[in-house]
């Protein structure tokens, strides 16, 4: 390790950051109480509406599970603020990580065998599972790796700053999508109270498809390498960026048109049919994102297409 850059144990080096975000401490912790407020009133009154015991216990079980995350994350956030908390935040991550593989593992062997669960829940759940074993990947297997703690101060903050925000996203959208199947009316911005950061995430979602749609529309009609190589540097930046704010039951679909655009194209095959496809995809996910609730005010009308 370099003279240069601090280990986390430099606290100097945080100072001035950890400063400007404390003030905000108070309002987060009345917002907190009454998030947690609101996600258990919607949580009990979905629960109590399930006729059959299985599946209302299945669900009981998940839902409480997610609503303890939300706790650990929230403690997270708390020692965000404070100097000393660092290594104390990686070890309640790994404590997070291996509950959240425990929801996984309950997901998985009692939860979707269960035949008393219809074909939309299990495919809901199905993409619970795929989404937070997405985001734990990118986190500790990409980012949070064992020399973190050999890194500088404000690079390990900005991970564990990072990581927070991938897992809140994560857990939002897990609870949102199981709610969701027993009552359709259930809107997330009202739900977690965070209506203007939902905006901002859509708004750089349609920024980012309309990138990518461009380059994508730009390599149907000039197909050289360097336009190709474009577009495989735009997808996999799609794919490690913005796609953690499409919904669960579409990263799946974008991964695998994604992967046969890359494949096809870094092998030098015929990717013109593919390219078309994918640009269908992506028209129709932009067209999505632009029907958000938190949109509304934005776009108006429902047009797929953009003609920026």
């Known amino acids: ?58 669900v009981q079980n998940i839902l409480s599970e997610l609503v303890r995350f939300f706790d650990w994350l929230s403690r997270i956030e708390s020692n965000l603020h404070k100097l000393d908390t660092l290594l104390e935040n990686l070890s309640l991550l790994e404590v997070l990580q291996f509950e959240a593989h425990g929801l996984i593992e309950f997901i998985e062997r009692t939860a979707t065998p269960n035949q008393d669960v219809s074909e939309k829940l299990r495919e809901v759940l199905e993409g619970i599972v795929y989404g937070i074993n997405h985001d734990l990947r990118r986190i500790f297997e990409r980012e949070l790796v064992r020399s973190v703690t050999q890194q500088s101060t404000p690079l390990v903050y900005g991970k564990i700053l990072h990581a927070h925000g991938l897992l809140t996203n994560c857990f939002q959208q897990s609870t949102i999508t199981l709610l969701q199947v027993f009552k359709p ?16 995430q859509s708004l750089v979602l349609c920024r980012d498809l309309s990138s990518l749609m461009r380059i994508v529309r730009h390599a149907e009609t000039q197909a050289d390498p360097d336009v190709l190589r474009k577009v495989v540097r735009k997808v996999l930046e799609f794919r490690d960026g913005s796609m953690q704010y499409l919904m669960y039951k579409d990263w799946r679909g974008y991964e695998s048109l994604a992967l046969e655009v890359v494949t096809a194209i870094e092998n030098n095959l015929n990717s013109q049919s593919l390219l078309h496809q994918f640009l269908c995809y992506l028209e129709l996910l932009y067209g999505h994102v632009k029907m958000r609730a938190v949109l509304g005010n934005i776009f108006p009308y429902s047009d797929t297409h953009d003609d920026d």
């Not at 009316?185 to 901002?200: I, P, Q, T, Y």
């Open 1 to 58: 390790m370099s003279t240069s850059e601090p280990a986390i144990t430099d606290d100097l080096a945080l100072q001035p950051l950890l400063l400007r975000d404390d003030v905000h401490a108070n309002s987060a912790t009345q917002n907190e109480q009454q998030f947690r407020a609101n996600l258990e009133r919607e949580t009990a009154s979905v629960i109590q509406q399930i006729e059959s015991p299985a599946v209302r216990e299945i």
């Open 185 to 200: 009316s259930v809107v997330g911005a009202s739900l977690f109270n965070d209506s203007e950061l939902r905006m901002k």
